[in-house]
């Protein structure tokens, strides 16, 4: 299994452009979830998803978008990218079965930077 | 609001000591606490997870407790070693689609 993986590693953005970060899993896990973190702190929950076709917003969603159209994909939309968006962003899945309920399994993390 | 503290200070151990990290929370009813590793420039990777009506859980060198009461977790990590170096995160959740993450905290061992 490859497990969760993130597409770019890296990007530079411009002020006002748009991006969408892709994330997918095969474990076939039902929950999805985006992360940023900023350095030397912790990781904000911007969007989950507890099944395809079904997203909510988490602690900071202002300035992104999401979808879940199949269980394995969970896309992040950037649009109108500002400076307060650079960050790591980290997707994450779970499920509610083994081996640990809820235990999150995540991606290398993304690296953006808006200028 | 909801609130996770873990030690701001990074935590300096020498090799073969335990090191004992914390976490604290207010306004929150967790139903499981976690714990996560984290390396630079990596994603988190999962340790430990215990439940509310748990009070302690081991696996290998890591022990894990969690006191509802108090609501706190502590996290050892008993004859430490330099590859132990790391930053700890601290999680609660009530519900899969509920977490939060602490800070965390930076240990780093010395030789």
């Known amino acids: 299994n490859a497990g969760v993986t993130q597409t770019p590693k890296f990007r530079i953005l411009k002020i006002g452009q748009s991006m969408t970060l892709q994330c997918a899993q095969d474990?076939?896990?039902?929950?999805m979830y985006w992360y940023r973190q900023d350095p030397g702190m912790g990781l904000k929950l911007i969007y989950y998803?507890?099944?395809?076709?079904?997203?909510d917003k988490g602690e900071v969603p202002n300035g992104y978008n999401v979808s879940r159209s199949t269980t394995e994909d969970f896309p992040l939309r950037l649009e109108l990218a500002a400076p307060s968006q650079t960050s790591v962003y980290f997707c994450?899945?779970?499920?509610?079965?083994?081996?640990?309920?809820?235990?999150?399994?995540f991606g290398p993390g993304t690296r953006l930077t808006v200028t | 609001s909801q609130k996770i503290e873990q030690n701001s200070e990074a935590l300096n151990i020498q090799e073969g000591k335990t090191a004992t990290l914390t976490c604290n929370y207010t306004?929150?009813?967790?139903?499981?606490l976690q714990w996560y590793r984290q390396d630079p420039g990596r994603g988190p990777v999962f340790l430990l997870l215990?439940?509310?009506?748990?009070k302690e859980k081991r696996k290998e060198r890591l022990k894990v407790t969690f006191d509802t009461t108090l609501k706190q977790s502590l996290f050892h990590i008993t004859a430490s070693q330099p590859a132990d170096s790391a930053t700890y995160l601290c999680?609660?959740?009530?519900?899969?689609?509920?977490?939060?993450f602490g800070s965390g905290t930076r240990l780093s061992i010395r030789p």
């Open positions: 994450a899945s779970s499920s509610q079965g083994s081996p640990t309920p809820y235990e999150q399994y």
């Open positions: 474990m076939n896990h039902n929950y």
């Open positions: 998803s507890v099944g395809a076709g079904i997203t």
């Open positions: 306004n929150y009813s967790p139903a499981y």
């Open positions: 215990i439940r509310e009506n748990e």
């Open positions: 999680a609660l959740s009530s519900s899969a689609s509920k977490i939060i």
